[in-house]
């Protein structure tokens, strides 16, 4: 065990450990329930799960499950992925996702415990830096910035609004310019999840807010810094 401790909102047991074969198949249909409808009609998020792990970019000592009382209500996972700074030098660096806790079970710190265990672990491992797509402002408050505030683009100088970027090394990117390339792992056929769908209890796709909001943010760029 990675964490164990008495949860103060229920009093439940409240364990961090490595995912296990035996969890797979329930941390995809959480995983399924948490994103369902959230950015797209359905999601592809459970299904990334699932073809994470035979990846060999996937990190294993990094996939993590929150448990209350055994029951399974979070999992994060890593994958490796690249910056490379303008001589042309690589960095190995981390990337996470899917990271999810169940419905019923949000907004309680679960997300916050998982990623802050992770980061430590992480640390650990000699990984310095985090680089994820996400919502801003599910992620600034766990130290996350602005990837051009770190000079980190995408390639041809390009600087995406939901790309986010940690240093778990203060200042371990400084003084260069970084591109980043994720791994191929983070890779979904459509097909492939529609197929995959087919063997899972059918949920109903449809359309609200939030998926509007995140098609605005996932397709803004930042204007590049100019220092």
Not at 31 to 57: I, K
Not at 89 to 94: A, D, F, Y
């Given at each position: 065990m990675i964490l164990e401790q008495t949860d103060t909102t229920t009093g439940k047991?409240?364990?961090?450990?490595?995912?296990?074969?035996a969890d797979w198949l329930e941390v995809e249909r959480m995983?399924?329930?948490?994103?369902?409808?959230?950015?797209?009609?359905?999601?592809?998020?459970?299904?990334?799960?699932?073809?994470?792990?035979?990846?060999?970019?996937f990190i294993a000592p990094l996939d993590l499950v929150l448990t209350l009382d055994g029951e399974i209500v979070g999992n994060i996972m890593y994958?490796?992925?690249?910056?490379t700074d303008e001589r042309g030098?690589?960095?190995?660096?981390?990337t996470f996702g899917p990271l999810c806790v169940r419905p019923g079970y949000q907004r309680r710190g679960y997300g916050k415990l998982l990623i802050t265990?992770?980061?430590?672990?992480?640390?650990?491992?000699?990984?310095?830096?985090?680089?994820i797509f996400g919502m801003p402002s599910n992620y600034v408050a766990r130290g996350f910035r602005s990837c051009a505030d770190l000079h980190v683009s995408l390639a041809g100088h390009?600087?995406?609004t939901a790309m986010l970027v940690k240093e778990l090394t203060p200042g371990c990117l400084a003084d260069h310019?970084?591109?980043?390339?994720?791994?191929?792992?983070?890779?979904?056929?459509?097909?492939?999840?529609?197929?995959?769908?087919?063997?899972?209890p059918p949920l109903k796709k449809a359309w609200q807010p939030s998926q509007e909001e995140f098609n605005i943010i996932s397709r803004s760029m930042i204007q590049p810094p100019t220092d």
């Open positions: 047991q409240l364990t961090i450990r490595h995912e296990q074969p995983t399924r329930a948490a994103f369902w409808n959230l950015y797209m009609p359905g999601c592809v998020e459970h299904y990334l799960a699932h073809q994470l792990r035979s990846h060999a970019d994958t490796r992925a690249r910056l030098q690589e960095k190995s660096i981390l265990t992770s980061f430590q672990i992480a640390s650990t491992l000699g990984y310095d830096t985090v680089v390009q600087y995406p310019q970084w591109v980043y390339q994720e791994s191929s792992a983070m890779a979904v056929e459509l097909a492939d999840v529609a197929a995959f769908d087919r063997t899972l």
